[in-house]
């Protein structure tokens, strides 16, 4: 009688203490990269609301070309949009290619004429929507 001896191959694929290496390596570099980038994204943010207020400027300077005034404070931002009843005749618009924009945290831009230090003011306030407060929360205003 002859014995069959099998012999058993080794299958490809990782042992479970390789897994397990791989995945606190990638742990670790996610808790030391993660900051970072939302720190990065705080940032980011911040400047993504100076740039939509400057062009707020420059749509407003238009307006102003065109109308001889800024709009008041309680026709709003939206008098780029829609001519008010007091501008009809001179009014150009619209100065925005789309609607109002909501800041980055989603709150709606405040506009103010006259200013605190100027014709007018266009102020986001921030990441808490509240007035005052510092780093993301501080408030952002074309003044």
């Known amino acids: 009688m002859s014995t069959i001896v099998t012999r058993r191959h080794a299958q490809p694929g990782f042992t479970l203490l390789e897994l397990l290496v791989v995945i606190v390596i990638i742990g670790l570099l996610a808790a030391y990269v993660g900051p970072k980038y939302f720190s990065q994204l705080g940032k980011s943010e911040v400047t993504i609301a100076k740039a939509q ?3 707020f400027g420059k749509s407003l300077d238009t307006y102003r070309l065109d109308v001889g ?18 501008a009809v005749g001179k009014w150009n618009g619209p100065y925005l290619k789309k ?21 007018y003011e266009v102020l986001s306030t ?6 005052g407060g510092s780093g993301e929360d501080a408030d952002i205003s074309s003044q």
């Not at 924009?101 to 014709?119: C, M, V």
């Not at 921030?126 to 007035?131: A, F, I, L, N």
């Open 53 to 55: 207020i400057e062009a």
């Open 69 to 86: 005034r800024y709009p008041t404070t309680e026709e709003g931002l939206n008098a780029l949009l829609n001519a008010p009843p007091t």
């Open 99 to 119: 609607g109002l924009p909501l800041d980055p945290w989603g709150h709606p831009y405040q506009y103010r004429a006259p200013g605190s230090k100027g014709d």
């Open 126 to 131: 921030g990441k808490d929507g509240q007035p």
